[in-house]
């Protein structure tokens, strides 16, 4: 008689010490090769523990190097030295919020304790209750826009920054900080003037990690003695450097792991990590798909359906033009966003009747993005 689904559960064998290792959203007790960021990011803060004002920064660097991690680090090590209540460190997501409202909503949520109304409050009562209820407690903000460049393809990005910097124009006492978090080795985005001069960051890169390192780390914590060997690990390791993307070595070696594991053996195999490659590539694919406007999600879908593997701006600009109906600015800034996100390349190619025209390839197999679409 074969095995039960209860036998299968209950089971108590396993490969792994701690699951929990390899989950996306795991920080780390061992933050390793990034003292001088952490140190940056320290001094930055300092001056609001004291009662000043923080330092502005530009926290820079290739995806999957820490720098989400190393303000998660800071938010849990705030809470435990007595001068962390005099700051409110306001965390979020800009690819989830991406408009003003969204943004003061979150930021309200975390210094008030709660969420405005979705519907039927100015933006002014928000903002005010922000600042008045920091100045009444003596503490400040830093707001940190994570993937902050996702701002600036809604062009809402000034306008936030200027919100937050000028805050002790309007609110005499107010102290406010702004950390921006890109993924871009050259931060380029316009940046206005008037917001220019008063954001004038500390710039803290972060260069791409010595991945084998951190994935022998991730496995010596997550995984029983034996389970994997150190040439699988470089194998790993090499998949990520490839695609810049530390994560996914962290969820092949997740995959590989269950593959083994489900088929009752002790150790992982070379076929594992080769076999879990494909799923591995296309985990986060979906996600980073959700995160997508409308418009968007029109642009990628109308791409994947043509036939060309490659094809000019025009071309496909006439396709989404048919599809969606959208102007060829939007088109434009669309096509912006899914090249910065890595979905898509645009390499210029030559002129065409808009100016010069670029040659556009998926970078994602078509029959994965219109799964997840």
């Given amino acids: 008689m074969g095995k039960t689904f209860k036998d299968l559960l209950a089971g108590d064998e396993s490969l792994f010490r701690d699951h929990l290792v390899f989950d996306p959203q795991y920080v780390p007790e061992s933050y390793i090769h990034r003292n001088a960021q952490v140190e940056a990011i320290a001094a930055a803060i300092r001056p609001g523990l004291k009662g000043s004002r923080p330092i502005n920064a530009l926290i820079y660097g290739p995806p999957a190097t820490g720098k989400t991690t190393a303000i998660q680090k800071l938010a849990e090590q705030l ?6 209540g005099r700051v ?39 903002y005010e209750a922000i600042f008045k209820r920091l100045i009444k407690d003596g503490r400040c903000l830093i707001a940190v826009l994570d993937d902050m460049n996702y701002l600036f393809f809604d062009r809402h990005a000034n306008e936030i920054m200027y919100d937050i910097l000028r805050a002790h124009e309007v609110y005499p006492g107010a102290r406010t900080g702004l950390f921006g978090i890109v993924s871009d080795t050259e931060f380029n985005y316009k940046i206005d003037d008037k ?5 004038q960051p500390r710039e803290i890169f972060f260069p791409p990690y010595q991945i084998y390192d951190i994935l022998k780390n991730r496995c010596t ?7 994997i060997s150190d040439e699988l690990v470089e194998r790993a390791a090499e998949v990520a450097y490839e695609r810049g993307d530390l ?22 195999e070379p076929r594992h990590i080769e076999e879990a490659l494909g799923p591995a590539k296309t985990t986060g694919l979906g996600s980073m798909i959700d995160t997508l406007s409308r418009e968007e999600k029109r642009l990628l879908e109308v791409l994947a359906g043509l036939d060309e593997e490659t094809v000019d701006s025009g071309r496909l600009y006439e396709s989404y033009k048919e599809a969606s109906g959208e102007s060829y600015t939007t088109f434009y800034r669309v096509l912006e966003k899914l090249e910065a996100i890595r979905l898509l390349d645009a390499t210029y190619s030559g002129r065409g009747k808009k100016g010069r025209t670029r040659n556009i390839t998926l970078r994602f197999g078509k029959e994965e993005i219109l799964s997840h679409l």
């Fill in 247 to 268: 994560r996914l070595g962290i969820e092949l070696l997740r995959r590989a792991a269950l593959a083994a594991e489900a088929e009752g053996l002790r150790r992982i």
């Fill in 88 to 126: 409110v460190l306001a965390h979020i997501n800009c690819q989830i919020h991406t408009s003003r409202f969204a943004i003061f909503s979150q930021i309200h949520e975390q210094v008030v304790g709660h969420l405005p109304p979705e519907t039927g409050v100015p933006f002014k009562r928000v």
């Fill in 221 to 227: 914590l997550g995984f029983s003695p034996g389970v």
């Fill in 195 to 199: 917001v220019r001069s008063m954001f």
């Fill in 79 to 84: 809470g435990e030295i007595p001068e962390g």
